[in-house]
């Protein structure tokens, strides 16, 4: 590595990001990221359950008794997200077109651009149609130049500028009287399943320039939902730490350097919030990002599935912490240790290596003692109907371990043919539906660092001020970030996964009140 000036250690200090973690990351460029062995796909009956309405119902029965005594619980939403990726259709017609110059059927003839031509004929159908009308000033007769007017009203920064709102404050419920955001609708959503006593706690991880308009949108719908819903909220914010930025490097990673000559730091992908996540603590906390909520009508779906999902953490959990006590106190005999292994393996998914019998007693029982003493996560799956997005898997790593993994198609050599048909086989795809257990058998928090796997995370070629360079994007949250969690994989129903990623998806019936 090229020798550090003054200013880059300053700039290092001033991010919080040591020497090691930049000759770490450099090294990282150098080996490169070795994509992932699949095993096999996770499927009902091998690495994700499916449970009966009444296994369901009395899932959902033990959650709400350990609820009624008094659970902390937590909902954990990612919500840095801005809403310039779900306008991009809108930007390019910004863009591409002149009112004055074509007909907006030319235009769509020219570009058969079929996403703008169905945002333009339901355009009604928005739940910002009526707010964007107000705001208009022009009352322009031609459909182009009046679908050019909204949609520069809608986005630009002299209108409403949605185009750079963050995702979760933007109209996505019309219910007439006024439009919900995802930002409410998640409130709504945790007063039925993140709730202690009258409180429900939330936690949203933002850009922090976006700070102020989060508190303004809770200050505005703080009454209505409170009324709604007969509870009070407990909002926490945090944002991406800089410390969490990884280095850019040019294609002899060598660091990359801006133009006055500082090297480059980019934010590190959704693997950063582990930390966030880390500094969270609570008998349970739900995950599930800013896009995915619903309306009124599939509530009780939501709330029932997410209940299931809590109600299998806290069964398995109450086991995995008796298990803990026993190893801790190394009084256990040999069918002991057969039962307590069966019950990680059956269980919880542990896989052991074929050799384990022939290890003493000793060291068997500290290979419990490792496998059971992790963070627990349970992972609601979606049956497969051709959703982009991770999947979960079998995988084995460098040193020949099994475990289940939530895998994105980056992660897959799609060259090599036997890895591209266990993709095929794959049934059920990754909603990001967690509810995660982070604490041990004496309710202290695991330090969740110590459970990533920095092997896992993504390196992309990128430009900047004309210049290649290449980025590193940090395990993902639920991907590397979890990789050494004891993992359980559950069928969760369609109608909870609702993400809107452009603007055209809300026009889905999931999202019409």
Not at 342 to 350: A, I
Request: glycine share 8%; hydrophobic share 35%; charged share 25%.
């Amino acid at each position: 590595m090229s020798k550090l000036s003054e200013g880059d250690l300053q700039l290092l200090a001033d991010k919080g990001i040591s020497k090691q973690k930049v000759s770490d990351q450099i090294a990282t460029f150098r080996e490169g990221i070795p994509f992932v062995n699949l095993e096999k796909a996770g499927i009902i009956g091998d690495g994700i359950s499916k449970f009966t309405p009444q296994e369901e119902a009395n899932l959902i029965a033990f959650f709400d008794q350990a609820q009624q005594e008094g659970l902390d619980l937590l909902k954990f939403v990612p919500a840095s997200g801005a809403a310039s990726r779900m306008f991009k259709a809108l930007f390019n017609f910004l863009d591409a077109y002149d009112p004055k110059l074509e007909s907006l059927e030319a235009y769509f003839e020219r570009t058969g651009d079929k996403h703008l031509q169905v945002f333009s004929e339901k355009i009604h159908e928005f739940p910002f149609y009526q707010i964007v009308k107000s705001q208009l000033d022009s009352q322009a007769t031609e459909k182009g130049e009046a679908l050019y007017d909204f949609v520069n009203e809608l986005l630009s920064s002299d209108g409403l500028n949605y185009g750079f709102y963050p995702k979760g404050l933007l109209p996505f419920h019309n219910y007439g009287s006024h439009s919900a955001t995802p930002f409410e609708e998640h409130l709504k959503e945790g007063a039925l399943y993140a709730k202690t006593g009258d409180t429900s706690k939330l936690h949203f991880t933002i850009s922090e320039q976006h700070g102020e308009l989060f508190n303004k949108e809770f200050s505005d719908i703080k009454d209505r939902v409170s009324s709604e819903t007969n509870s009070s909220f407990e909002i926490g914010y945090s944002f991406q730490k800089s410390s969490t930025d990884t280095l850019a490097v040019d294609m002899d990673n060598n660091p990359f350097r801006n133009e006055d000559g500082t090297i480059l730091f980019r934010p590190g992908g959704h693997g950063a919030l582990i930390e966030n996540l880390n500094e969270q603590n609570a008998d349970v906390i739900f995950i599930k990002n800013i896009d995915n909520v619903v309306v009124p009508k599939n509530l009780d779906g939501v709330n029932k599935s997410k209940k299931t999902l809590a109600g299998v953490l806290l069964q398995v959990q109450q086991k995995a912490f008796k298990v803990a006590e026993l190893l801790e106190n190394k009084s256990v005999n040999k069918q002991q240790i057969s039962d307590i292994k069966d019950f990680l393996e059956n269980d919880l998914n542990v896989r052991f290596p074929s050799n384990f019998t022939d290890y003493s007693e000793e060291e068997q029982i500290a290979i419990l003692t490792d496998k059971v003493n992790r963070p627990i996560r349970v992972c609601g799956m979606v049956k497969n109907e051709g959703e982009p997005g991770g999947g979960p898997f079998w995988i084995k790593d460098q040193n020949g371990n099994i475990s289940l993994q939530i895998i994105e198609s980056a992660q897959i050599d799609n060259s090599n043919q036997s890895q591209m048909n266990i993709v095929a086989n794959a049934t059920h795809f990754n909603p990001v539906d967690l509810v995660c257990g982070v604490r041990n058998h004496k309710g202290e928090k695991y330090d969740l660092v110590n459970f990533v796997d920095h092997k896992q995370g993504f390196i992309t070629e990128k430009t900047k001020d004309g210049k290649e360079l290449k980025a590193l994007e940090l395990p993902g949250l639920w991907n590397g970030g979890m990789a050494f969690w004891n993992t359980i994989f559950v069928e969760v129903p369609l109608l909870t996964f609702n993400p809107v990623k452009t603007v055209n998806d809300l026009l889905k019936p999931s999202h019409q009140v």
